[in-house]
């Protein structure tokens, strides 16, 4: 039998150890939609704040919204979207299966990036190397797929009550610049951060949460006069890689730039580049995109709706629309790369072991308590005083005296808790407990008194 892939025993864990469920599984699923679990909701959580403290709190010149899903439909007329949100698909003549034309030729080998390719060459590249669907059939000449997702909002289902569910969620920051300017008393430069939904109608749905109908986007959009907008491009893209790789603990072996070429680039855009994880067996994928976006969209927006979005220096008496670069990623792929980068195997057999080496701000569990044996009541009731203390300071801890102590270590492990803390007989007698390191490990005696400050110090480094 073939070894399953890293891919596979990831999508395992997730929904054994409560991360990740298939949406609407009791009624066979649906297709690349997902619920955190319980563990996933707090994993999530902690990503977020993570983010969040990185991209807001811990600088001086972003401040933070949240943007309603619904928004009025000549947004995205503004944005582009309506006209140009679009995938280029193909259709298997046989199944009339739909697929992602520039995936079809990239997973062939063809190129390495087809995204960039009008209709024609991917026309031309299908017919002269005979190109087939998945299932082995002839495939269609290549169309445009708009991914926006549509609705009505309203007594009535008609044009006048068309709306779109948001195909990217950095529009808000876009449609509130004025305001949060001039609430907040803002000067530039600075910057606008939200956590929002987006919804798109994706063809060719796999790998997991790589890519998902419904899901999350994390934007900063920092505005600038045009003039610095340079500068601040670079000094963005370097905030992104110490991001990744010093603040979330990414290994930098797995995360990587790369450059779009000018073809897929947006006309608007001076540049545009991708931070990329290395997802095992899949490469390296795309997790944020940092764009150097000029003035389109305020002054799209401007134009659209009328209303003035320029900028006044009151220094200078120079008024202008401002240049923004924006760093936008999917929720989804960062969770899966946090899962993909902790995720450790060792041993064989019966020993072996799995576990998800978390930073430890990041894991959903900042530790364990256990009683040795939960059939003893002194013990229970010292190791529930201890769960108390540490879990009124690091909420959440988690409480198990459930079987073996080898098997509750175990299922500690899968789920990335840092620490185990047991208490035993010993600890009866000298106020010591056991404390056992997840990555390594490795056991110790401790003091219940230096707990908190052990817990704290691993915490913060």
């Known amino acids: 039998m073939t070894q399953p892939s890293l891919m596979e025993k990831i999508v395992s864990l997730c929904k054994r150890r409560g991360f990740v469920f298939p949406s ?51 947004v995205w007329e503004a944005s582009g979207h309506v006209g140009g949100f679009a995938d280029v698909l193909v259709e298997d003549m046989v199944t ?23 209709l024609q060459e991917i026309d031309d590249l299908i017919r002269s190397h005979g190109l087939r669907s998945p299932d082995g059939n002839p495939v269609s000449s290549a169309k445009k797929f708009n991914q926006l997702v549509k609705t009505h909002l309203g007594a009535t289902e008609d044009d ?51 890519r998902t ?39 930098a072996e797995n995360v990587r730039w790369r450059q779009h070429s000018p073809e897929e680039r947006a006309f608007y ?7 990329q994880y290395r997802f095992g067996e899949i490469g390296f994928q795309e997790i944020e995109g940092i764009h150097h976006r000029s003035d389109y969209d305020l002054t799209q927006h401007q134009k659209f709706s009328g209303t003035d979005l320029s900028y006044l220096d009151q220094e200078t008496g120079d008024r202008f629309i401002p240049y923004i670069v924006e760093c936008s990623g999917g929720f989804n792929r960062l969770f899966l790369s946090a899962m993909f980068d902790a995720y450790r195997e060792e041993g064989e057999g019966d020993k072996k072991r799995v576990y998800l080496a978390f930073k430890p ?17 002194q013990l229970v009731e010292k190791a529930k005083a201890i769960f108390s203390i540490l879990d009124s300071r690091f909420s959440p801890i988690a409480w198990d005296d459930r079987g073996n102590i080898g098997k509750r270590y175990y299922a500690q492990d899968e789920i990335g808790t840092p620490w185990c803390v047991t208490v035993d007989f010993q600890t ?34």
């Open 24 to 74: 609407s599984e009791i009624y066979g699923g649906f297709a690349a939609t997902y619920d955190f679990g319980p563990m996933g909701f707090l994993l999530k959580k902690n990503i977020e704040k993570a983010w969040r403290r990185w991209n807001v709190e811990m600088r001086e010149d972003v401040v933070e919204i949240e943007g309603a899903i619904f928004m009025h439909p000549r």
């Open 96 to 118: 009339h299966k739909r697929y992602r034309a520039d995936h079809l030729i990239e997973e062939a080998g063809l190129l390495e990036n087809a995204g960039g390719l009008s």
């Open 160 to 210: 006048t009550t068309l709306v779109y569910l948001k195909g990217e969620s950095c529009q808000n920051i876009y449609l509130n610049f004025k305001l949060v300017q001039e609430t907040m008393r803002l000067k530039l430069p600075f910057g606008i951060a939200q956590i929002g939904k987006a919804f798109r109608n994706e063809i060719t749905v796999k790998n997991f949460l790589f």
């Open 213 to 251: 109908r419904e899901f999350e986007q994390m934007d900063v959009q920092y505005f600038c006069r045009p003039a610095d907008a340079d500068r601040y491009y670079e000094e963005w893209k370097e905030n992104r890689w110490k991001f990744y790789t010093e603040f979330m603990g990414f290994s």
């Open 269 to 275: 855009a001076k540049d545009a580049w991708d931070v």
């Open 361 to 377: 701000s990041l894991a959903p569990y900042k530790a364990a308590v256990f009683p040795l044996l939960a059939n003893k009541p």
């Open 428 to 461: 009866l007698e000298d106020g010591t407990v056991t404390v056992r390191d997840r990555d390594t490990a490795e056991q110790k005696r401790l003091p219940i008194k230096e707990l908190t400050t052990f817990i704290q110090t691993g915490l913060s480094s």
